[in-house]
């Protein structure tokens, strides 16, 4: 399918001057944007230039043509490298799929942001950050891609805040959220290949996520580890309780190693955490709980205050990911319930 060409507007070659015509027409995210000159856009698509009108996909709410000519422009401002605009078709493309549910996280009062997650030989060529730090600040990589995902969601998508995008409060993963898998740490097989691909291959994941919440446990015992893990993951007033969601942890070295050396699959780990992570009906608000009953009737059958909810429908919904440096935490990461991540192949 082809596209219209962009339409190109002559300004004076002034930075100040463009910031402030793109913050005028709600086209940035508040911070400063590089300009997407045409050298510079030729420049991103490289090999993809005669491909530029080709359109990938159609963003909710506003459906507009989400060419790659369009994408590389996004990719400009966020001040991405032309080698990681594969990722960001790829990432895009995911987004359309219907399961990621995004016709639904564009226009809430959620938070939900997108969070990113690139795997595979690209990633590592790429330089993207998978330890010290890895979903905060000080990477090229993992805050550029990141931030042209946003971006993209905006011009092309149209979900503009206090418009289409009617989140409450937002949150600062709404900027950039986007980090490597540690497949070189992960003890039960990488994340990377039990999505479906092959080592050699590059990935990219998007997932729906609410929020982040730090587990800084000092445990030495596998059991204990699990015990608090789950105990952090129970909260009310949830949308993967109302619905059934797909909570994701990412797993630091440190406490990868303890859980591994007790002997335990993966599976073991998201069975334990399944069971442990039920929460009553009486935890919810009242209201809350009719939701959850409208919602999970057909999956858990009759429900009352005292069922026990399982945070989602099955164990393997559990994601776990490893990433991060030194230390002794691991982060758990809500989601938004009525959703589930996408994974694309990376075209190189």
């Known amino acids: 399918m082809q596209s219209p060409q962009s339409p190109k507007i002559d300004l004076e070659d002034d930075l100040e001057l463009i910031n402030d015509y793109y913050s005028a027409n709600h086209w940035g995210d508040g911070l400063p944007i590089i300009p997407p000159t045409q050298e510079r856009i030729n420049k991103m698509l490289g090999s993809l230039l005669p491909l530029k009108d080709q359109v990938v996909t159609h963003l909710p709410p506003g459906y507009g043509d989400a ?20 990722i960001i ?24 942001a997108i969070w990113v997650i690139v795997s595979g030989a690209i990633a590592h060529e790429n330089r993207f950050n998978m330890g010290l730090n890895c979903l905060g600040e000080g990477n090229a990589a993992n805050a550029t891609v990141g ?10 998508g149209g979900a503009l805040p206090g418009e289409m995008d009617r989140s409450t409060h937002g949150q600062p993963g709404r900027y950039t959220f986007c980090c490597m898998e540690n497949a070189d740490q992960t003890p039960w097989g990488s994340f990377h290949e039990a999505r479906g691909f ?7 994941t998007v997932v729906a996520i609410e929020g982040t919440m730090n587990m800084n446990s000092h445990a030495k015992d596998a059991d204990e580890l699990i015990q608090v893990f789950a105990k952090t993951m129970i909260h009310p007033p949830s949308n993967e309780y109302t619905h059934g969601g797909e909570p994701w942890l990412i797993v630091g070295p440190e406490h990868a190693e303890i859980l591994v050396r007790k002997g335990y699959s993966k599976l073991q780990i998201q069975e334990k955490l399944w069971e442990l992570s039920k929460m009553p009906g009486f935890e919810m608000a009242q209201r809350d709980f009719v939701r959850a009953i409208h919602s999970r009737s057909a999956e858990l059958g009759a429900l009352n205050t005292d069922s026990l909810l399982p945070i989602s429908k099955k164990p393997e919904e559990i994601q776990l990911l490893v990433c991060g440096g030194p230390g002794t935490h691991t982060v758990y990461l809500p989601s938004f319930g009525n959703s589930r991540a996408v994974s694309r192949l990376v075209e190189n």
Do not use: Y
């Open 67 to 86: 060419t790659i000519e369009l994408i590389a422009v996004n990719a400009v401002m966020a001040g991405c490298k032309p080698k990681d605009l594969p």
């Open 89 to 112: 078709i790829a990432a895009t493309e995911a987004m359309a799929d219907p399961i990621f549910n995004l016709s639904a996280l564009q226009p809430t009062t959620n938070p939900v």
């Open 147 to 156: 931030r042209a995902i946003r971006l993209i969601l905006r011009n092309l």
């Open 198 to 204: 092959d080592k050699t291959q590059t990935s990219v």
